[in-house]
């Protein structure tokens, strides 16, 4: 979190230090960016445009298998500059095309690509490439429709299927990497910039023209603009190694949308940034940054980012992911209604681009996230709801605010502490006057299965009796200043601090013991904590008061000597990767860690959660929330959420209760506040808001189910947890801009939060099918055409949430109020089974002990459930549960050893007396003549026969109720309803 007002109590902060959108860099005020967009636009100019990139024929190394190829790459304009070019496929059918220089004066930094990625990927052994008089190509796929062609002059990489070009990586020859050069040898004029008679002064002004070599100036311009140093604000970056940029254009001639590159408050279907209505004239950054009061509207880069970028059209999805660590802008444009183009401009870095080909969303999500990781399974308590503030103050607050709920019986998961439980902002140690007993107060807040979440930020304190910082220093593992030798100093919460350099081995097995519980002699541990404490990573972009762009400088330098520059946006993925590698190591067998980030990268949906960071208690904030989560998830990091209520502000009751309603159904779910703002936990509520907010938490509670299930198939498939229409809907038009409603899982809710002051309607798009939605509170059924989607207005006064269930699902809920999600372990079952317009329906239902990793070794139940029509004419319907993971015994999964899967295992006999307490059917088309078990048992059941509305085009569906037909939900059964 970042404060104003707290911040004036934190001595010798430079006075300079302004919280406004001018702290951070626009394109026009980052050397690199103007000059990639200066190079797009000489191009777009220049109607002879023509990349001086090319490959040599002559040079083209095939691989033994002529799986993969390397060839050398030449620029026309500097001859003796070489680099050299690898193109490969995977077995998965994703290009991976990689180029560097080769023999420069340094090396490009090439290692992002090795943090983001789980594994190196294995190259396909079916593909063969051909090498032609032109270039190089590969024809591959089961159905052989996919094509990869490398031309060789200019270079341009082009991916089609079925003879149509998908992707065009140099399409309008944009590729440019600066190549390493000094001063001195552009001075002499041997870099191809020749300098003018009367000699010249570079050190004094970086802009001048110089006179520019006829050679080079076309493609890299006529002047030197900021090459050997850039000034921005009070802040002098020295670039001791000059310009060393990369450009690349990347075009999707046949999609004319594209989604992704988080972190950004915008739409999902991303505005255009390029070309003459472009909606935004700055492009969008990916710079990790502490930006204070972020717009709710912009493309300025935000805690984290994701280069992977999904294109999409009715008939064909593909997307890119492009690794690189440094600060990067990302030009977008729609030449056409169906074609995108984008521009990627980063200051540092190799070319490592992955072209995944689809061709459905589904397919994406796979390729990408057999790539860089699925989001891990979390523990199912982290589910729930999580109770946050800047500060809880004391033990006795916290145990107040528990109590509070528990009178109120308001359910609650998770209680958080805020940097003030620190002494002097040291992290673990405990601020001893206001929380003498933390240990006792943890164990309080677990007594009912709850958890206690505590932060520990990255800046350490420099003071030699702060163990955690003297260790670091003894160690020799802290970030160095630009000299490479000297440790980094820097302002932050605890004043004057340092920072670990977690791209250092040597800080790994180091930080994993910090966390340890138990006394460990010499070695520092964390005694006054528990084994189930949760970890808050924040401020790891990092975020430093003092620097620029309230960051690290980028000169100063990190393990290997690259310079912060080269590896800025990776850095808070590691320091959440250890951490939560660290709360692993706390037992033997580990627990499923919980660790929440606030910076990430490509991959760092592996280690936990993270949150959109400080945002505002404003509408347009809390709409623009769900937007950015539904972004996070389609880039493979699902557990996301945005803080309830606004970080900033005193939300009026209205809104805190809307916000409650985007809060149930965001997969990470916390309330949080300004150590500014007014207390406002949910018992503070009057009637009737606080009533509200007890049934919206309930509503999430008793859909854990659905979320857990969710979370099970995005850890196993990289499906997202929350599902926009286009990723559901691939070919539905009218659905590719729509962010404001999505499906939860795969389960067949459609929501669409409320983000509207004084609304008391809503209108909601039914996508183009044949289908019925049935509204989830009153069972009013809505049908769909497949011609073209539905418009419906439904009403949305404040403790209404429009939320339907997609004709053809069956829901499962548990649906007994209780404090605490591990109090409903044991509660029975209801199953929701929404029949389709045809009279079926399925879901699944997955469980598992919710906190170990016994589910990799086959602990666990996952269950199918299906209605069908027991004939073909019967107006009746057979409801059935079988056991999933028994069906699927060949689907080949990571993080569930379905090989050693059996059904009674330990997991399932403990739960075996969990029933089935409720079944409800909707839409059944006549009264049932008997319910029985298929033994023949009758059940109990009442019926409510439907009513048609007076138009005929809707109507409440009928309801069958069947109470308590004491069935397992773990066991085999069937169900005979006949009509
Ligand atoms: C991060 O996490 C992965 C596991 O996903 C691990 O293999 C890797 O070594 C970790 N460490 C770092 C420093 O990234």
Known sequence: MRAFRSLLVLAAVPAALAFKSQDFKTCSQSGFCRRGRALSARASESPSWRSP????????????DQASFIAAVKSSIYPDVKFSLDVRIHDDGVVRVRMDEVDGLRKHYDEAASWALLDEPKVSQQVQWKVGKDGVSAVYGAKKDVEVKVAFEPLKVTLLRNGKEQVVLNNRGLLHMEHFRTKESVAKGKEGIAVPEEGLDIDDDAQVVLGAHPRTAWFEGEQEDSWWEETFNSFTDPKPRGPESLSVDIDFPNHGHVYGIPQHATRLDLPTTTGENAHYSDPYRLYNADVFEYLADSTTSLYGSIPFMHAHSADSTVAIFNAVGSDTFIDIGHPTAKSSTSHWISETGILDVFIFPGPTPADVFAQYTRLTGTPALPAHWALGYHQCRWNYVSSDDVRT?????????????????????????????WDRKHFPDPVDMIKDVEAIGRHMVVIVDPHLKRTNDYPVYKQATELGILVKKGDGTTDY???????SSAWVDFFNPGSWDWWKSLFKTESQGEQWSWV?????????????????????????PRENIHYGGWEHRDLHNINGMLFHNLTSQAAMARTDPPKRPFVLTRSFYAGSQRFGAMWTGDNLGTWEHMAVGVKMVLANNIAGFSFAGSDVGGFFGNPEPEMLVRWYGVGIFSPFFRAHAHIDTKRREPFLLDEPYKGIVRDMLRLRYAMLPVWYTAFREASVTGLPVVRPHFVVFPQDENGFSLDDQFFVGGSGLLVKPVTRKGATEETVYLPAEDQVYYDYFNDYAYRSTSSKGKEITVSAELHQIPLFIRGGSIIPTRERPRRSSPLMKRDPFTLRVALSSDGSARGELYLDDGETFSHQQGQFVWREFAAEKPTKKSKGVRISSRDLAAQKPAEAVDHVALTTYDSSNAFAKDIADVRVEKIVVLGLPAKPSSVTIESGKELRWTYTPGVASSDKKGGTASVLVIRDPKLAITGDWSILVQA
């Open 53 to 64: 990139y090319s490959v040599d024929a002559s040079s083209i190394a095939l691989s033994s």
């Open 401 to 429: 605010v528990q109590k509070r709920f528990d009178e109120e019986d308001i359910p609650v998961d998770v209680f958080w502490l805020d940097i003030e439980y620190s002494e002097e902002h040291k992290y673990f140690i």
């Open 528 to 552: 006054d904590s528990t084994v189930d404490t949760g970890i808050w990573n924040d401020m790891n972009e990092p975020s430093i008061f003092n620097g620029p762009e309230i960051s690290m």
């Open 489 to 495: 100093e820097g302002w932050c919460w605890s004043g």
